[in-house]
Structure formats: structure tokens, C-alpha cells
């Protein structure tokens, strides 16, 4: 199937009866925010609760009747499972989902949901790569057809009525920032509204896949993926995707998950909007690139955030924020010792969050962790300075007991 503006036009037909219209709405505090007018594409309000809806029901009802009965295999981390489970529904073709056992438990419990009787589920796999690996194994053994989460152009088409609806409510602006995890949103936006504005792709930092293509000429295997963004975490660029996002330019913009973090909060605290870090990516992007005075659009494209994920949420936000900071700190092992640190060393606002500490006998010293959450980065300076004379060491980021805190 060839992507055109007419078969993205076709396909918008055939799946509006499913897929919700989702708002363009105009936000007055991000505007004031970044000094520009904001409109918010609200795909986190699609029954599924993420775009994914359209390009798995565009793909699955294109399908023969023969290919409908031998029924479908699909790899997700959620979203795209959640489409596809609600299409088979909708559809009545059996489908079988194969999700990391990363997923949080939300998301594979609304997939549940939403395959009702159409669907099984298998738990496979430390990374979406590992999971698609025996996705594809399971097909081929099974003679299913698999649908694939971006790298297809029914799916493409699919997500580029996405495009087609923003420029229905606002037919000329300057830029749109879209989500990139394996490209199919974004090529999608490309081929249905790259002549109406500059379609910028935002990107997780620690899974910018569509950046190293880019650079690369071609699509590239990552050595690691972060996996905070988990709706992104994507090891390699879909071929097709690619392609379209090389002719194009395509210019990436990547955000560190300590500000994505910030904003998945923000639009929780300031806008009483639930998105899950993937979803937020575009709003991210906002403080990174020159929008002052101009017309932007951002696609909010996932609202599929655990309940349980928001204290690491809360954490990585304070971290980047510089208001909480943890350190290794050599106690004297003598009574005394605690108090003369909380007397001597926090300032009037500083807050001990953690304090793991273990008495050791026949030792003058011992190591404690502490955590310690300040009212304002400024703080900071204060705080080290009355630390002098003390032994310690600061965790950093890339330090490995940062992952036992955050």
C-alpha cells in the first residue's frame, strides 16, 4: 500500500466510526508559560486512551476475511496492545498479545479489558525487542499474521488521521511536536500536515532511536534503552518510518526523563491532566526549542500512567529540579553523632527524606545514606558548605546506587 494524502484520507473514512475526534484545545497556562499559543491534540482521550486505537483498527479492518480468520499476534509495552485487543473485539478476530514483563500492570490489565473474549495474553520478555522477538517466533510457528506497532504503512495511515483532524480546527501553524517512539506517529504526521506547519519529532534521550537513524543514514540498533518513557522505549526505527522521516529532515528534539517527569506532573498538579511519560513528550520539548510568538500544536498521544508509578515520578522531578539530592555520609559511630549533623549541617527548611544507617561494633566510622529534599535549589550551596569537615559523597546520576533510591 502506498501512502498517500488520498489512502490517509480513505482510511480516516473507514475508521471514524471507531476512533474518537479527539479535541484541539487551546492552553492558556502554556502559552503564558512559553510565550506562545499551545494547543494540546488530546489523543490521551480516545477510549484506549492513547492514538494507538487508529492504526491498529486501520490495519486489522483492511484485512480479507481468510486473513481475519487465522487471527493476529501483536508486541506492545500497552498501548498499542490496548488498540489492537479493542479492534479484535470490535472486529471478532482472535488476537494474541505479547507484552515485556516490564508493562505495569494497568496497562495489561485494560488490554484484558478490552480483548474480552478475543484476546490472549502472554507475559514474555525483559524488553519490547525480547518480547517482539517471541512474538515473531509464535507467528511464524502459528501461520498469524503479525501487526506490526508502527512500521506499516496501514498503520501509518492509521495515525496520520491524527494530522488530518488538527488541520480541520487549525488549517495553518508553525510547529507540531509529536512523540517518536518506532516513527509511525510521526511519519504519519509528516505525510498528512507536513505542508501546513514544521512537524518536529520529540524523542526520550535515553531511546532516541529516530536521532541515531537519522545520523546514521539508516536505522540503527541502540546498545541500551532507558525505559522510564516506557511508551517510546524502542531499540530500532521502523524501516518505512524512517524513510519518510529522512525525506522530510525530520528535526529531533530529545528530553531528559528528569523533565519529562516535571511535566507529567505539571499536567497532573496545574491541569488536572493524566499522562504517562510518553504521552508528555511533546509538551517537554516546548522549553527546548524557540517557539516564543509562534502557533505550536502538541500531541499529547497517552494517558495509560500507573497510579503506582507517580512516587518515581515525583522523585526523578525533584531530582532535576536540584531539590533533592542524596549522599554517602561517614558518621563517627559515637552517641552524639546524628544530632551534631542535624544541628550543624541542615539549614531551617532542609528535610532528611532517608537515613539508612547500620552500627557496626570495634569501628570508628560508619557510612549512612541520606537523603535530603531542600525547599529551593538555591539552598544547595548552604548545605554543602555547612558539610565541610564532614566525610561524604554525593550520589550522582550515573552513579549505580541511584537506582536503589530512585
Do not use: W
Not at 532517608?354 to 535549589?377: D, H, Q, R, S
Not at 569537615?389 to 546506587?401: P, T
Amino acid at each position: 500500500m502506498k501512502l498517500t494524502l488520498d489512502t490517509i484520507l480513505k482510511t480516516k473514512e473507514r475508521i471514524e466510526s471507531v476512533v474518537r475526534k479527539t479535541p484541539l484545545e487551546f492552553n492558556e497556562e502554556l502559552s503564558k508559560k512559553y510565550d506562545c499559543e499551545v494547543y494540546l491534540k488530546r489523543e490521551d482521550l480516545q477510549q484506549v486512551r492513547s492514538y494507538k486505537i487508529r492504526g491498529a483498527y486501520a490495519l486489522l479492518s483492511s484485512l480479507t476475511d481468510a486473513e481475519k480468520e487465522k487471527g493476529v499476534v501483536c508486541a506492545s509495552a500497552g498501548n498499542h496492545a490496548q488498540g489492537v485487543a479493542h479492534s479484535c473485539n470490535l472486529l471478532g478476530i482472535h488476537g494474541t498479545i505479547f507484552m515485556p514483563r516490564t508493562t505495569p500492570y494497568q496497562k495489561i490489565a485494560r488490554t484484558r479489558h478490552f480483548g474480552n473474549e478475543q484476546l490472549s495474553i502472554h507475559i514474555d520478555g525483559d524488553s519490547f525487542d525480547s518480547t517482539y522477538e517471541e512474538a515473531m517466533r509464535y507467528c511464524n510457528e502459528h501461520d498469524k499474521l503479525f501487526v506490526h506497532p508502527f512500521d506499516d504503512e496501514r498503520v501509518i495511515a492509521g495515525q496520520a488521521s491524527v494530522g488530518l483532524e488538527i488541520v480541520e480546527h487549525c488549517p495553518h501553524f508553525d510547529y507540531v511536536f509529536v512523540p517518536v517512539g518506532g516513527g509511525g506517529l510521526v511519519a504519519g504526521m509528516i505525510s498528512a500536515v507536513g505542508s501546513h506547519g514544521k512537524v518536529i519529532g520529540v524523542e526520550a534521550s535515553g531511546s532516541a532511536c529516530m536521532k541515531a537513524a537519522l545520523a546514521a543514514g539508516h536505522p540503527v540498533d541502540l546498545q541500551s534503552v532507558d525505559r522510564f518513557a516506557d511508551g517510546v522505549a524502542v531499540r530500532k526505527a521502523g524501516a518505512r518510518c524512517f524513510a519518510i522521516a529522512q525525506e522530510y529532515n525530520l528535526d529531533i528534539v530529545t528530553v531528559d526523563d528528569g523533565a519529562l517527569a516535571c511535566i507529567v506532573l505539571d499536567l497532573y498538579q496545574e491541569h488536572g491532566i493524566i499522562a504517562e511519560p510518553a504521552g508528555a513528550l511533546s509538551i517537554a520539548a516546548l522549553g527546548q526549542y524557540p517557539v516564543k510568538g509562534r502557533k505550536v500544536v502538541c500531541i499529547l498521544s497517552g494517558g495509560n500512567n500507573d497510579v503506582n508509578r507517580y512516587p518515581e515520578i515525583t522523585e526523578r522531578a525533584l531530582l532535576y529540579k536540584g531539590l533533592k539530592h542524596y549522599f554517602i555520609i561517614d558518621f563517627p559511630q559515637r552517641p552524639g553523632a546524628l544530632r551534631e549533623f542535624l544541628d550543624g549541617v541542615l539549614g531551617p527548611t532542609d528535610d532528611i527524606t532517608l537515613f539508612e544507617y547500620m552500627k557496626k561494633t570495634n569501628k570508628e566510622t560508619g557510612p549512612a545514606l541520606v537523603g535530603i529534599e531542600l525547599a529551593a535549589a538555591r539552598d544547595y550551596e548552604g548545605l554543602v558548605a555547612r558539610m565541610r569537615g564532614i566525610q561524604f559523597r554525593e550520589l550522582k546520576e550515573d552513579d549505580l546506587m541511584m537506582r536503589y533510591v530512585v
